[in-house]
């Protein structure tokens, strides 16, 4: 991606060939960097259902750059679910495109909050960063999750500003 390069974020198919392959790498990092039981990554077939919008970020190529989910959990509120950038393009401002997209949509649906769950570990320190920055908030479990020394919770109220 250089300077001039156009990222263009829309709708996908969670289970087409280049995004599986980014999903498959995002799993296996999560497989090598979490315990099981704290991997909380969703497969293809689960980002593909009704209640989950997916979307990646290609260049003007059609190269995949990223990827991203948000759930629905209630009415007025949403997860970020399996965002991911491609190894190639990490560190060009992909992550924060994606997120700013997620939160416009979220806004646009009338959610009041949207949550997400990351790693403790020093791996998942570059995404805690970017959500930070973003105005999110350390929260409770959320949804299904419970307690895990492993996940840290996150959540942004979408009427403040981000800090």
Request: some cysteine; aromatic content about 8%.
């Given at each position: ?19 599986l392959a980014l999903l498959e790498e995002h799993l ?59 190894t190639a393009a990490r560190g060009q401002g992909v992550g ?68």
């Open positions: 991606m250089t300077a001039t390069t156009t990222v263009t974020i829309d709708r996908d198919d969670p289970r087409r060939a280049d995004v296996a990092d999560m497989y090598a960097t979490s315990p099981p039981e704290s991997v909380h990554a969703l497969d293809p077939d689960a980002l593909a259902v009704p209640a989950v919008t997916f979307w990646t970020a290609r260049d003007d190529d059609g190269t995949l750059l990223g990827c991203v989910a948000l759930a629905e959990l209630a009415d007025d509120d949403g997860e970020l679910k399996s965002m991911r950038t491609a924060g495109a994606l997120l700013a997209h997620v939160l416009a949509e979220a806004r646009v649906r009338g959610y009041r909050t949207v949550h997400l769950e990351t790693g403790t570990q020093d791996y998942f320190a570059p995404a805690r960063r970017l959500y930070a920055r973003a105005g999110f908030a350390a929260c409770p479990p959320f949804g299904a999750y419970l307690e895990d020394p492993h996940s840290v919770f996150l959540r942004r109220v979408l009427d403040a500003p981000p800090a």
